[in-house]
Nanobody, 116 residues
Framework: QVRLVESGGGLVQPGGSLRLSCAAS????????WAWYRQAPGKLRDLIAT???????DYTDSVRGRFSISRDNGENTVYLQMDSLKPEDTALYYC??????????WGQGTQVTVSS
């Protein structure tokens, strides 16, 4: 079973940047597509960015142009570069497969708080 560990969150002012990391255990990392999700208080978990096995990316409208997903197959890690952060980006951020039928156990997530 793949274990997911997210990190890199924190408190940042509006307009600031953060880089999130998601380390995945196992030897088949490069064979999977990956995604970042976020869950704000009282809301459902939403998929916000995906990256395919060959590096194709896609984003939900609310983060397109501000966030960038990338992967390092040698390090078994997926990244989310977040720029121009807004208070509405405040949420718990997770990584996992973009396919609901192929998801792994969820990690603990990493908290991002955007506030002045």
């Amino acid at each position: 079973q793949v274990r997911l560990v997210e990190s890199g969150g924190g408190l940042v002012q509006p307009g600031g940047s953060l880089r999130l990391s998601c380390a995945a255990s196992g030897s088949r990392f490069s064979m999977y597509s990956w995604a970042w999700y976020r869950q704000a208080p009282g809301k459902l978990r939403d998929l916000i960015a995906t990256i395919s096995r060959v590096g194709s990316t896609d984003y939900t409208d609310s983060v397109r142009g501000r966030f960038s997903i990338s992967r390092d197959n040698g390090e078994n890690t997926v990244y989310l570069q977040m720029d121009s952060l807004k208070p509405e980006d405040t949420a718990l951020y997770y990584c996992n497969s973009p396919s609901p039928s192929a998801q792994f156990s969820w990690g603990q997530g990493t908290q991002v708080t955007v506030s002045s």
